[in-house]
C-alpha cells in the first residue's frame, strides 16, 4: 500500500495548523493577509490619523463619528463575516469627549473574539464604558492617550435603528 498521499496530506495539515497559529504574529503580507481573511475570516489595516480612514458609515474600515479626526497610528480589525471589530489610536489635541449612550441603558457587549498582535493581552473590561453613539455599541477604554475600542456588534443608536446620532465634540 502506497501512504506517500498520506504521508503529504498529514504535512500539508500541520503546515497549515502552524500557520494558523502563528498567523497573528507575522508581519503584514499578501500572503498572510489571504490566509488571515480566509482562516480568521479577519482584515486589518492601519491609518496615520482618524482623517485618513474611510468616510462612509459602511464602508469596512470606516470609523465611528465619535473617533476625534486628530487621532493618530489608527488600527482597525474586522470580522469579515459579521460586524466585530477591534479599533486602537492614541489620541491628538482634541479631547475624547466622555462614552455616553445618552438616556438608553447600553446592552451587553460581548468580548470579539478577533486576533491582532497590537490589541493588548488580558482584559481591558476594567475601565470600560459604553459609547452608544453610531452604528454599533462599542465598549471603550482609555489608557494615557491610547484608546481602546471594540464591538460585537450590537447595535448603537445611530442609523441602524432610525435614531439620530449624537455629534462628537471637537
Not at 56 to 83: C, H, M, Q
Amino acid at each position: 500500500m502506497n501512504r506517500r498521499p498520506l504521508v503529504i496530506a498529514a504535512a500539508t495539515v500541520g503546515v497549515l495548523a502552524t500557520a494558523a497559529f502563528a498567523l497573528p504574529n507575522l508581519p503584514p503580507n499578501p500572503v498572510t493577509d489571504t490566509i488571515d481573511n480566509k482562516v480568521h475570516k479577519e482584515k486589518g489595516k492601519r491609518f496615520a490619523s482618524a482623517a485618513d480612514a474611510p468616510k462612509r458609515e459602511k464602508a469596512p474600515f470606516a470609523l465611528p463619528s465619535w473617533i476625534p479626526k486628530d487621532a493618530t497610528d489608527v488600527r482597525i480589525r474586522v470580522r469579515t463575516t459579521g460586524e466585530a471589530r477591534l479599533i486602537r489610536f492614541t489620541l491628538g489635541a482634541t479631547p475624547l469627549d466622555g462614552p455616553q449612550c445618552g438616556a438608553s441603558t447600553p446592552k451587553p457587549v460581548g468580548n470579539p473574539e478577533l486576533h491582532a498582535k497590537w490589541w493588548p493581552g488580558g482584559s481591558l473590561r476594567d475601565g470600560a464604558r459604553s459609547e452608544c453613539r453610531g452604528t454599533h455599541q462599542y465598549q471603550v477604554v482609555v489608557r494615557g492617550k491610547r484608546v481602546y475600542a471594540w464591538t460585537d456588534g450590537t447595535p448603537g443608536t445611530g442609523s441602524r435603528d432610525g435614531a439620530p446620532a449624537l455629534r462628537a465634540h471637537g
